[in-house]
């Protein structure tokens, strides 16, 4: 059902570290070429690491771990046809023999069929993300709760990102992963970030100065009982941060817009991250291709950690 490409194949049967990446900011998040560019570079920069990239992605109904460049290139010049993957439409999609980019839920229930145990050898996964999905703004209503939290409940993965989406209800998103178990680690930072802001006001659970730290604090959490994912939390760097004061009204105009016109669901955060990226002049793209940058790097650092904690 699984298909991996024969250098993540030979990585896993090797026990190199392995860092495994969405497709969905690649073909939903962000526009062409950027989108092209920052794949490619996430995958550089983790190699440069010492790890090995699997991007995952469904293509012609074959979920895989680790696409070619020109597979990348068609999801990032987003043919008519990819479809953002989630886990509620994920079985009907592969059926239909379809391709598909998956967001961080997908991503996960793939990388970790394929990756966390491998000719019965256990391996800690690592994913690198921008943001994870959250509580929507606005939740109480729609009751739009992004199925991220979820899967990062059910699995034990160590998932770097910059936060959650700054689109979403920090404060509630914050909430659900303390109910869920998730320890939310700072990356250097004693404050969860907010994707394009450095702070939120919200507290982290622990914070971890090196990767090292962090592949330590992993394993404790799992080896205690923990079934679920340990939040590793960067801030985009200062240089890109677009400060809360102004996104704050961008991101709310955003969503006022969404709401007259009656985009939802799987279209919004596509829509949204658009609206913003325009009110910013290009900032908002530029950060966010920032901090998905940083966020490989600091994944492939923690992989080659936990390989280096667990292979000993």
Not at 87 to 105: C, D, E, F, K, Q
Not at 146 to 163: K, M, N, P
């Amino acid at each position: 059902m699984i298909a991996f490409s024969d250098r993540v194949r030979t990585a896993l049967t090797s026990r190199e570290p392995v860092v495994a990446l969405e497709s969905t900011v690649i073909s939903h998040g962000l526009p062409f070429p950027e989108n092209f560019k920052t794949a490619i570079e996430c995958e550089r920069l983790i190699e440069a690491e010492g790890a090995v990239p699997a991007t995952v992605g469904i293509v012609a109904g074959v979920p895989r771990i680790g696409i070619t460049n020109e597979e990348l290139r068609t999801f990032a010049e987003k043919p008519i046809g990819i479809a953002k993957i989630g886990l509620a439409n994920m079985a009907a999609l592969i059926a239909r023999r379809r391709w598909g980019a998956t967001t961080v839920a997908s991503t996960i229930r793939i990388a970790s069929l394929g990756g966390l145990t491998y000719n019965d050898t256990p391996r800690p996964l690592v994913f690198a993300t921008g943001g994870i999905g959250g509580v929507h703004r606005g939740a109480k209503d729609s009751f739009d709760i992004s199925a991220d939290l979820t899967a990062l409940a059910a699995t034990q993965i160590v998932c770097v990102c910059a936060g959650a989406k700054a689109i979403l209800d920090l404060e509630k998103t914050r909430e659900c992963l303390e109910t869920l178990g998730i320890p939310v680690i700072g990356f250097q930072t004693e404050e969860f970030p907010a994707f394009y802001s450095r702070k939120s006001g919200l507290e982290v659970d622990a914070s971890v100065d090196t990767p090292d730290q962090a592949a330590e604090l992993a394993l404790i959490s799992w080896r205690m009982g923990s079934r679920g994912a340990v939040l590793i939390c960067a801030p985009v760097a200062e240089e890109y941060e677009i400060s809360p004061a102004e996104i704050d009204g961008i991101i709310e105009e955003a969503h006022a817009e969404a709401r007259s016109i009656g985009v939802s669901g799987r279209e919004l955060t596509p829509f949204l991250l658009s609206r913003i990226s325009e009110a910013t002049g290009g900032r908002s793209l530029a950060a966010n291709r920032a901090l998905l940058a940083n966020n490989a790097k600091i994944a492939a650092r923690i992989a080659v950690s936990l390989n280096r904690l667990v292979c000993r």
